[in-house]
Each structure stands twice: as structure tokens, then as C-alpha cells.
């Protein structure tokens, strides 16, 4: 297995290693209790034992009503971001930290504890705000999300394949969440932040926090495949989105591959430490399951920026060569440098390649909301524009107040949603800890990823992994010596693959 994200680099073999550029951290000083009073500079905590957690899901049979059918509304793009035209003075806070301060309060009952604000709703602010509760009951927390309804990004292309309905991805509410683990769901998009008041600025109204968690997920970054003009990145985000941010994007690739009637479906695979490793080879394949079911004269180009597939690298080659042999062409080491929308002609270094339609998958970056609240990481130490925090406790450098996770964190762990999910507990723990005074322990994410490689019948292959920390040098230095794959596609992964996300739904949504 070779592991390509813009930290690591590849790391070839199970289990091997290779080291990152990550944050450095300032020197330890010993853990209080952080009360409102607390000014919120920096502790840093002493290297702890390792320890992992995560594991495969049970099995759960799942029995729901119809689903409603979603309207553009319900389908609202991203995870959560800074509003364009926000009106208010603005004002700085620690380390120049954007804020747009409007003066009303938001809408919220009285804190009754140590207010914790987790803005976005995806895997790790939604595993975040339910055990961070858990681990610490004194918590009073808000979940700030700007949808106001939930569809995941994870197990999306199982959809285009039919196998699947979209009942399985968005019939899960966040009210339910947040009644079912005593916390509060809070719908507004975030304008802006005053570090220096303890002031989340809201599209609804300011909110005070004692600890804010930032969970807001990536944003495309166009730039990097050659696309720079605002029209033409509009032209091209509508007309062939990546489906790896909203899930609007989704719906769009769900009509794309059912109306697809032949010639040459386009799936690009960027570099770096893009969202989800394999999902754009999953992806192909299920594409390439619905072109080869209705008897089509049609293909699938993977146009793969990298110079190898970047993870289960035996179980895709397999499936591409036993299972759609004349349907899949992959082409590696293929980076995208441009895209005629209107010509439909994608360009690579050497070549202008026609297609007739498209999912075109940019690189990724932090979500923009890190950038605009000043919070994003010098070049030196994340080239995704990714957060300036603490390699394993997420902290913003300075600032025991504020935390980014998920997939805006620069640690070279995957994008991935079972990463999001593992880290959240240990996030969690780590902010219950702080919270009364305590020393945090640290806690390797784990990522169990299952990839659907056939349809019919359904068969997947998978990985489990683990990360190792050098205490040194205060680095994640590439993948533990327990890290497996299992990439001899087989019925029951492909069971698997569908009680994983079921796995992850329950633990995010349930009590």
C-alpha cells in the first residue's frame, strides 16, 4: 500500500513510515483549570502514551419510513463557512484573528456550564459535540451548523451504483442528534470570530464560549489545476463538480452517471492529501458497474495526478483489470493543468483530452472560514492552507481556547470519515480533560476505510490503519506497524462497507 497526502508523501509496504512537516509546538508548562477568566494563552502539555481506539461496527438492521423527497434547500452546499457581505465593525483578535461584530446575542439559552461552540456538522463536529458531553457532563454545548439538513459525503458513491438510496445518506436529522445527546443544534453560518472577547460571530447573533472546536471541513482549490478566473471556476464547479464538499454536488453526479448514454465519463484523482484516498477509484468503479450493467459503449477516464493509485493499490488494479477491463482506463501521473468547460476538454502537461461528462476533482484546501478568521498555518508548515495548531492536542497556536479538527488539521492523518470519527473521541476526551485542570493524553485517529469495487454481486476490499507520533520531534510519522489492507475483494466486505457507515451514523446520531 503507498499512502500519497502532501505530509507524508508515499509510504510503500504495511505499515512503513515517512516523515511529515507539522507545527512545532513551544515548551511545556503545567495544566490549570481554564475557567471565563483565563486569559486562553498557550499550556503545552508533556508527551503521553499512545494509545488507539476505533474498531469495525456492528451489524444493525436498518428500518425506516420513506424518505421526503429533498428539495435545492435541503441540499444546501458545504459544511459551514464565513458569509460574503457581512455587515458590523471589524475588529482583531489574538494574532489578528478576522471578526465581524454585529452586538446582538444570539438566541440561546443561559450557559449552564463551561460553554463549548462546535462549528460544523459533519463526522467530527458531530462526534465531538455529543462526547465532549459524555466525557464531561459540565459541558454546556452548541453545535453551530449552516445546513439544515444532513447528508454525508461517505458511502456517496455506493448511490450512483444503485445500491443504495439517498435514505441511507440524509435521513438523519441534527435535532435528533442534539435531543438524543443533550446539546444544542444551532442552525447559522459563521461571520467571523473576536479570540480576544471569547466571540463566535454568527449569521444569528454572537455566541460566547469558554472552548470553540472548528469542524468545518475543505474547500476546492481550483488554482492548483489551473483554473483561476472567478467565471470559469463557477462555470466549472456547476457543470462538473468534484462531489467531495456538498451534497448538492452529489445529486448532480447521481443524474449524471443515470443519464450517462455512452462515450467518455471523466474522473480526475488530485494530489496531496485530498478527501478520501480512494474514493475516486471507488467511484470509477461504480460508474464503470452502471456503464457495464446497461450495456453502454462507453468508458471511464481516471485522469490520476499521482504516479501510482494512492492507497489499496492491489485491490484496485485487480478490479480495473478483472472487472472492467474495456471500461476503466487509468492514467497515472496525470495532473490536471486546465478545463474548458464549453469545449468539454480537460488538458494535462501534454495533451487536450475530450470527454462528455465529468465529476472533475480539484485539490483541496482547508475549509476558506480558517483563512478569513486567522487561523491558517504559514506555507512552511501546510502547503492545503491548513490550521496553525498543536500536533496533538489541536489547539491554535497561542490558544487553549480555540481547536480545529477534522479535515482543516494539518497532521498528514486521512481525510477520511472513521479519521474523523476515532479523532473526535479523542478530541473529546482531551477537551473534558482541559476543562477540569487535567493533562490531556493523546490518541492515535484510526482510519477503517471499506471501498466498494463491484456491484454484482457487491464486493469491496478495505485497510485499517494506525499512526505513529516521534515525541522528539513532535511529528506523525506515517502509518503504525499494526496497519493493514485487505484487498482480495470478497461478499462480505462489500456487507461491510454498508454496516461501517451505519456504524458511523449511529455513533454521530444515537444516544
Known sequence: MRYRSASFGQVGGKGDS?????VRPGPPEPPRRLGRRDSGRAHRATPASVSHEGGHPVNHDQSRRNFLKLGGAALAAGTVGAAAGATGAAIAGPSGSAAVASGAKASLPKAKGPRLVVVGGGTSGLTIAKYAKREYPKFDVVLVEKRDMYSSCFSSNLWYAGLINLEFLADHSFLDAAKNNDYIYFNATVTGLDRAGRKLITSEGEIDYDFLVLAPGISYDYEKIGVKDPEAVAALRQTYPGGFVSPTEHVSIHRK???????????????????????????????ASVIKRNKLKGKVLVLDANPEITIKQAGFHAAFDELYKDIIEWRPSSPVTGVDVGKKLVHTEFDAIPFDDAAIYANVRASTLIEKLGLMAPPSKSNQKEANVDTRFYNVAGDLRVYVTGDSRPQPYSKSANTSNTEGHHVARMLAARAQGKEPVWAAPRTICYSMVNAAPMEAISVDAGYDYDAAKDEITGFSKDTRTFEKRDAARGQATLEWARGIYRDMFEA
Open 18 to 22: 515517512a516523515r511529515g512537516e507539522i
Open 257 to 287: 452517471v443515470r443519464e450517462f448514454e455512452g462515450g467518455v465519463f471523466l474522473q480526475t484523482v488530485p494530489s496531496g492529501n485530498y478527501r478520501c484516498l480512494p474514493a475516486p477509484y471507488e467511484r470509477a468503479c461504480m460508474i
